[in-house]
């Protein structure tokens, strides 16, 4: 069974503090790595999509990269404005549906 | 484009009652999804329809109904609320082939409360 894993549930950080958040999956062919980010009361929000492993997506202080076994979102000096849960999916090959995990919680503190 | 819009936006049933969530996409993608997310559950697939009048069930599809007549509505159907489906219920929609889907674009939302 196709299995999306986000870790942590929650992270706290000071504006301008950098870090990762993580997702790892288990997939029996991977098609493509979603990333969505999602605002309190509003619908998921697409920022990257990974296809092979070794590819990196950016976008403003974003970047996503994928291996075999699981992605990272970097988060390059944060801002309270990147506040938001941020959600991984997968999509197996041959499937339409996407397996969503279940987010991170991103906090950043003025 | 408006994207993809829901209505309503939020909404109280009594156990027993009936309703209908509706979609709506303007960016002529073939494929259509409805989900449901819980607190602390990832996004639940519930039915996803390929094309006009080509629906299929997704991993929760029981206590729902789904219809597609035509390529830009995707109604979701609650024919007995119960108070299990008390949940915010995302519609999506994206383009597709048999191998390959493009990213999801989803709508805002519709909050039900099951009482």
């Known amino acids: 069974e196709d299995q999306v894993t986000q870790s942590p549930e929650a992270l706290r950080l000071q504006e301008g503090e950098s870090s990762s958040l993580n997702c790892s999956y288990t997939?029996?062919?991977?098609?493509?790595l979603f990333w969505y980010r999602q605002d309190p009361g509003k619908g998921p929000e697409f920022l990257f999509t990974l296809y092979s492993a070794g590819e990196e997506k950016e976008k403003e202080r974003l970047k996503a990269t994928l291996t075999k076994k699981e992605s990272f979102l970097h988060i390059t000096a944060p801002k309270p404005e990147d506040s938001a849960t941020y959600l991984c999916a997968v999509q197996a090959t041959g499937f339409q549906k996407l397996v969503f995990g279940t987010g991170t919680r991103l906090l950043v503190s003025p | 484009n408006a994207g993809v819009t829901q209505t309503p936006k939020f909404r109280i049933l009594k156990i027993g009652q009936s309703m209908t969530l509706q979609c709506a996409q303007d960016m002529n993608h073939n494929y259509m999804y409805w989900y449901r997310q819980d607190p602390g559950m990832g996004l639940k697939l519930i039915y996803y329809s390929v094309g006009a009048g080509i629906t299929d069930k997704g991993e929760v599809p029981n206590g729902y109904n789904v219809s597609r007549s035509t390529t830009e509505d995707f109604p979701l159907r609650l024919e007995l609320a119960a108070p299990s489906q008390t949940s915010v219920y995302f519609c999506?929609?994206?383009?597709?082939?048999?191998?390959?889907?493009?990213?999801?674009?989803f709508g805002p939302g519709t909050r039900l409360l099951v009482l």
């Open positions: 997939v029996s062919g991977l098609r493509g």
């Open positions: 999506a929609s994206s383009y597709g082939t048999r191998d390959l889907q493009e990213t999801q674009y």
